[in-house]
């Protein structure tokens, strides 16, 4: 089952009066229900701090590269006025070249097994906000929070959650993307009480990996270009490694291939 919110703020109030039974431990990083939801809609500035000091580490930003027909000795197809005028580049080809018109959507799952520690959530979401923050200087971005959870309809429930990003709401994302309780307390709470959420993974999860990143994309219909960060993991590059994780990722985008 698929749950789409319109925003963050829209999230927050779909899940007012929600409970669930985590209470108020260091499991949900010591942070009541209705604390964690009023956030989720103000904002918390106290990480973004931290994910400026990342990017100050980052290698310099450079500019994405789109697909375009150019001018060229070979290509797809001649260009006759320019042929019969004797131009040295009649041909066309595409090429990447330097620009900031290939929008992507960052999905990232919120949802996070009971030994993950809330400091080490801290330590991604820093790592991920600073990447938000890298790409939008360079291309169009969306970012998509997502709950994957057990649910009783069909054995998941996932939940779609965006955030406004024209431009990036730091605050928001910032509490989002780093305090256990977003998803502890919040995206648990709404799945429990509208999916009867029994504290599992989906039933076809298995560990997540690829076939789970294979499943969620086409349920959700991600373009093939978006990025799809999954549920953490202590060994994951963005927790020990998060400058090489970062650059990593906007290399990625902004690689030019040549022949596309």
């Avoid at 990017?55 to 060229?72: K, R």
């Avoid at 900031?100 to 991604?124: F, H």
Wanted: charged share 20%; with cysteine.
């Amino acid at each position: 089952m698929i749950k789409r919110y319109e925003s963050t703020e829209d999230f927050a109030t779909a899940v007012r009066g929600c409970s669930n039974p985590y209470g108020t431990g260091s499991f949900v990083g010591h942070m009541e229900f209705e604390t964690a939801r009023l956030k989720t809609l103000q904002g918390d500035d106290s990480y973004v701090a931290e994910a400026e000091k990342l990017l100050d580490l980052l290698d310099a930003s450079v500019e994405t590269p789109h697909a375009e027909w150019v001018g060229s000795v070979y290509g797809a197809y001649p260009i006759v006025p320019e042929f019969l005028a004797g131009s040295p580049t009649p041909m066309r080809h595409r090429q990447n070249v330097e620009g900031d018109n290939s929008p992507i959507t960052i999905y990232v799952s919120t949802t996070c097994s009971a030994g993950i520690s809330t400091e080490t959530m801290l330590k991604r979401g820093v790592a991920i906000l600073a990447l938000v923050l890298k790409m939008q200087q360079i291309r169009p971005i969306e970012l998509c929070l997502l709950a994957e959870t057990h649910g009783r309809t069909d054995g998941e429930y996932l939940q779609v959650i965006p955030i406004i990003t024209k431009p990036v709401d730091i605050s928001v994302a910032a509490f989002t993307l780093c305090h256990v309780a977003f998803a502890r307390q919040l995206t648990y709470g709404a799945a429990i009480r509208d999916d009867k959420f029994n504290g599992s993974w989906p039933n076809t999860y298995n560990g997540g990996g690829a076939p789970w990143e294979a499943h969620v994309r086409e349920a959700l219909g991600m373009a093939e270009q978006d990025l799809y960060i999954g549920s953490a993991r202590m060994w994951d590059d963005m927790i020990t490694k998060p400058v090489e994780w970062v650059n990593a990722q906007v290399k990625r985008f902004t690689e030019v291939r040549e022949g596309e």
